[in-house]
């Protein structure tokens, strides 16, 4: 009984962080897309929506000192992707909360290594 009990718990907590590192996944994943149809349309991630952006993933769980955002991240002043190019957008981190033992086990990680969370897509720009 006692063992039972002790592979119970082991399986509910397994489940437990695997949902937290799943649900923020599909969470960035929608992020994600939703910058990726604004870059569209803008020809670029601008400053204003990357601090949006970097906002938006601390508050789903995101430590802000590991968040890292690539592709076309324009500086003031520097000219748009213009039709029919692409855009595209790079968002990296390591969650806060769901980074233990346990959890980067489950994932396939290393045990020494933190969970790392990653997308990437890119869509055709509008700008013209």
């Known amino acids: 009984m006692l063992i039972v009990l002790y ?24 992020l994600k897309y939703r910058t990726l149809s604004k870059m569209e349309i803008a020809g670029g991630l601008y400053p204003s929506d990357e601090q949006d952006l970097v906002k938006k993933l601390v508050d789903l769980g995101a430590d802000p000192a590991t968040i890292k955002i690539g592709g076309d991240v324009k500086k003031e002043g520097e000219a748009p992707v ?19 033992f346990m ?11 933190p969970v790392r969370i990653g997308v990437r897509g890119s869509a055709v720009s509008q700008k013209t």
């Open 82 to 100: 213009l039709w029919p190019n692409e855009v595209s957008l790079r968002i990296e981190f390591i969650p806060k909360y769901f980074n233990s």
């Open 7 to 30: 592979v119970l718990s082991f399986l509910l907590f397994a489940a437990v962080e695997y949902w937290g590192v799943f649900t923020i996944y599909q969470h960035t994943e929608s």
């Open 103 to 113: 959890a980067r086990t489950l994932i396939g990680g290393s045990p020494g290594k």
